[in-house]
């Protein structure tokens, strides 16, 4: 039988979710295509405010890699826009000039973000905080200035808000109310809030209207109706987000203030459906992740003909993803006509907590500081529980002893778990003893508890110790490489050294796997640990490398690649920038920059062009998208500055020279500067140099990046080839020893740089490291030579259009 054809618009989290189920019910049912503007795979919005907050990376939000698509033979499109609905001939048509015809058809457009219309509101330094871009785009800005305004005083503002903190910024935060979260919180709960929130380092300006953001171009400060101005160079929106409906209206489709959708998530049109933030039931629209998964169950359903359970609408609850601050909310919160509340105000821990009755029943609770009942009472709500003596006695108890250590053992089966996904301690326990689970990531991987916001991880780990018992601790407290195994790194390793294993899928196979194919996380691990343990024989996968490896220039936003050839020490010639500007006045590039490790990039080009461009440009590739040796950047010195004490120029060559395309788990950048002074930022490279009277000290660890970190001293040595046999060392033990995705500076934090003295100063341990080094480099090749020279490569990866690969910067 032909199966049906199904659209998806919008690759986001509620619509993906309900593509999930859908195969959950029938994997056989449809011809899957979906559309998401944004070019990446679908990701967890919910952590970039993790994300800002230094917590987790990019790389780590990703919740379906591309791999998953093809394995569910989904065709997406990522970058396109879907611009008409044709609901005659049931024809979806994109900004690409793609028209895909559909028997059903789901919108999941989610929102925009509101952005308030004053002037200036579109300056340079003012962004919303949405989505991948804008959250790169401050922890770029965080990188050059001081000063950051947010304007809005609700969970995005607040966690945008720490964000910054985190990244080094002074923050206001700008709100119109007289206390912040008024959506969420009463005034009493809110200012405790704010006082826990002033003592992080926020400042708060209330009850102010924004009439202006000004600045000569870029943002300088923003302006009050009250006539007050403020400085700031970055000015975060955050002031609420409107759905996402302008498609739907256009194509005829009735639209409210979202587009009006039924108790089975259907539209005013046959065979469309909406799904998420962009759809409005019963005249509420939600912007929360729970109620819009339990949307696509239901929608799962009806798109596969099945009219089960209708959706009748959801109580939402919030926290704020703050750390330190403990702030829960749900239902009606505020005291009104017919409702009473009892509350607990401990003033002196700043326990603050409130439940709001109405009829006998709990409707709505703050909680501020304990939040442990937030779910039981979320759970009361939804269950419409009266409120019973022993409750009320509990109520006032638990604030004298508010330790959850036995909580997991006092809930019911049926006590939600996990709020986001509205998974039940049942349904958790029953998973872990079936399916033998070990670990929190096991757990989200089976139940989807804790895939979303993640606050319930701490619970889904209580629950596990209760289930498991001492068996827990052995499992559970382990890193693993990812979801896809229960072995940690080392253990890894020594697998593969005990078992010889020699190739990624060997290793996946032997050491039991349980996703065959691997994932975007442990792909690239496996084929960087086996090339590290065998250097001279091991041959690169390349399709287990992330895109910007694979091709050897780094991704653009825009589709396009850019291109950065090596110069060692950031030392060119007139010869080599005449090659430069030829190539760029010939292949139309629209944008050729100088990097901060004083190299020249060469941005917006073509991916069909690239081999051609190397081959013109006849440099070696400078590794600008690689988990090698970046650039070694270096001050002028004493050839030509009058404080140089020591050739930095020349040394940073050298050591270019020597250490260029090793392999490491993360990125690695160097920088020599030939005095104190410092003018190549030497503290804060991977491995940075400085010229000391009669001799070089050397700094390991720094990074200037969204984790400012200051290098240690590891050493100060008198000459040159000291210098570059104890970074040499320091690498090879880097790269043997730090788990992939680590950089040096989170690695020296985690072993200990006493520790890394201890090895690498053992003269025999150092030789050691050394030869193991040598043997690596002796391996390496210059990858923009070997596709120049490889006909068949060049057409393999640079000629087909569709390359699905993991990206990762
Ligand atoms: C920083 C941040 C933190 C958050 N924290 C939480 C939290 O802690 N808890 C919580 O529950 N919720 C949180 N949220 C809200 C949550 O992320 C959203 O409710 C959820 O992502 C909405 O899912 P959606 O699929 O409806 O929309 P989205 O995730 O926005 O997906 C819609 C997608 O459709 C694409 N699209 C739009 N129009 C088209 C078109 N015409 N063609 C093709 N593609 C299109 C968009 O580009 C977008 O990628 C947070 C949101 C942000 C921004
Ligand atoms: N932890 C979480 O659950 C979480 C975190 C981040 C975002 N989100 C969701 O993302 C969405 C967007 O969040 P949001 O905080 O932008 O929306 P929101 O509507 O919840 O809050 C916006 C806040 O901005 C204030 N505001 C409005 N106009 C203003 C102005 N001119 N000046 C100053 N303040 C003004 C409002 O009073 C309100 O408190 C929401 O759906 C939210 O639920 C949730
Ligand atoms: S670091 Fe010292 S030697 Fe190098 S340029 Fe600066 S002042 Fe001159
Ligand atoms: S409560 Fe958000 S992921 Fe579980």
């Not at 607040?158 to 206390?179: K, Q, S, T």
């Not at 033990?733 to 072993?751: D, F, G, I, Q």
Request: proline share 3%.
């Amino acid at each position: 039988m032909k199966r049906k054809q199904l659209v998806l618009i919008g690759n986001g989290m509620a619509g993906v979710r309900c593509i999930e189920e859908i195969l959950k019910i029938d994997r056989d049912a449809f011809d899957i295509t979906i559309f998401g503007s944004e070019p990446y795979p679908n990701y967890n919005r919910i952590l970039l405010s993790t994300v800002l907050q230094g917590d987790t990376s990019i790389d780590d939000i990703t919740m379906n890699d591309w791999e998953w698509y093809r394995k569910n033979n989904i065709r997406l499109f990522v970058g396109e826009t879907v611009v008409d609905i044709d609901k005659e001939q049931q024809l979806v048509r994109t900004d690409q000039g793609r028209t895909v015809p559909y028997d059903e058809l789901i919108i999941a457009t989610g929102s925009k973000p509101f952005i308030l219309p004053i002037p200036g509101a579109n300056k340079k330094g003012v962004t919303a905080f949405r989505d991948i871009k804008d959250c790169e785009m401050m922890m770029e800005y965080a990188k050059t200035y001081k000063k950051a305004a947010v304007i809005g005083g609700g969970l995005l503002g607040l966690e945008a808000a720490r964000g910054l903190l985190n990244l080094g910024m002074e923050v206001d935060v700008i709100h119109i109310f007289d206390y912040l979260m008024e959506r969420q919180l009463d005034p009493t709960a809110s200012k405790l809030l704010q006082r826990e929130l002033e003592k992080q380092g926020m400042n708060f300006l209330l009850k102010k209207e924004t009439a202006e953001i000004f600045g000569d171009g870029r943002v300088e400060g923003v302006r009050f109706k009250d006539g007050t101005e403020i400085a700031a160079d970055l000015v975060v929106m955050a002031v609420g987000i409107r759905p996402n409906v302008d498609l739907a209206r256009e194509s005829g489709i009735a639209v409210n203030r979202g587009i009006v959708v039924n108790d089975y998530l259907e539209t005013s049109v046959p065979h469309i459906y909406a799904v998420g933030e962009c759809a409005e039931h019963r005249g509420i629209v939600y912007g929360l992740v729970a109620p819009l998964y339990e949307q696509g169950k239901v929608l799962a359903e009806a798109v596969c003909g099945i009219k089960g359970r209708p959706y009748e609408g959801s109580v939402v609850s919030t926290q704020l993803k703050v750390s330190g601050v403990d702030v829960f909310s749900a239902g009606e919160f505020m005291d009104g006509e017919g409702t009473a509340s009892i509350k607990v105000y401990d003033e002196f821990r700043g326990i603050y907590k409130k439940v709001v009755i109405r009829d006998g029943k709990i409707v709505g609770a703050v909680l501020f500081g304990d939040t442990s009942e937030g779910r039981k009472l979320l759970d009361m709500i939804n269950k419409n529980e009266s409120i019973s003596n022993s409750f009320q006695l509990s109520f006032f108890q638990s604030t004298a002893n508010s330790s959850n250590k036995s909580m997991v053992a006092a809930m019911a089966d049926t006590d939600v778990v996990c709020g986001c996904n509205g998974v039940t301690k049942g349904t958790i326990c029953k998973a872990i003893v079936e399916h033998g689970l070990k670990t929190v990531e096991e757990v989200r991987d089976c139940t989807n508890a804790s895939r979303s916001c993640g606050g319930c991880k701490g619970l889904v780990a209580e629950l596990l110790e209760y289930t498991l018992g001492e068996e827990f601790d052995k499992h559970a407290m382990k890193e693993t490489v990812c979801g896809c195994t229960t072995l940690s790194r080392d253990e890894v390793i020594a697998e593969i050294k005990a078992k010889n294993l020699k190739y990624v899928r060997e290793v996946m196979n032997v050491l039991g796997w349980k996703n065959e194919e691997g994932c975007s996380k442990c792909r690239p691990a496996l084929n960087y640990y086996l090339s590290m343990l065998y250097p001279s024989e091991y041959v690169d996968e390349a399709e287990s490398r992330f895109v910007n490896e694979r091709l050897h220039a780094n991704i653009q936003a825009d589709g396009t690649y850019s291109v950065v050839p090596r110069m060692y020490g950031g030392v060119t010639t007139a010869e080599q920038l005449r090659k430069i500007a030829d190539v760029a006045e010939k292949y139309n590039v629209p944008m050729i920059k100088l990097t901060g490790g004083q190299r020249i990039d060469l941005l917006g080009v073509k991916k069909e062009d690239l081999p051609r461009i190397w081959a013109e440009l006849d440099m070696p590739s400078g590794y600008a998208y690689a988990k090698a040796l970046r650039t070694v950047k270096t001050c002028v010195g004493k050839q030509f500055c009058r404080f140089g004490t020591q050739d930095s120029t020349k040394l940073g060559i050298d050591m270019e020279k020597k250490f260029e395309r090793l392999n490491t788990p993360h990125k690695v950048k160097m920088a020599v500067s030939a005095c104190p002074r410092n003018c190549a930022e030497s503290g804060i490279k991977d491995v940075g140099i400085v010229g000391v009277d009669g001799g070089w000290e050397i700094y390991v660890g720094g990074n200037g990046g969204t984790h400012l970190r200051a290098g240690d001293l590891l050493c100060t040595v008198r000459t040159e080839e000291e210098v570059i046999e104890m970074t040499g060392a320091f690498l090879q033990y880097y790269r043997e020893s730090a788990n992939y995705l680590e950089r040096t500076s989170k690695w020296v934090e985690r072993v200990g740089l006493e520790h890394i003295r201890e090895v690498i100063f053992d003269q025999e341990t150092r030789r050691q490291l050394l030869d193991r080094l040598e043997e690596a480099l002796a391996a390496t090749k210059d990858p923009w030579k070997e596709i120049v020279e490889n006909k068949e490569m060049q057409e393999k990866l640079f000629t087909s259009l569709q390359v699905k690969v993991p990206v990762n910067r």
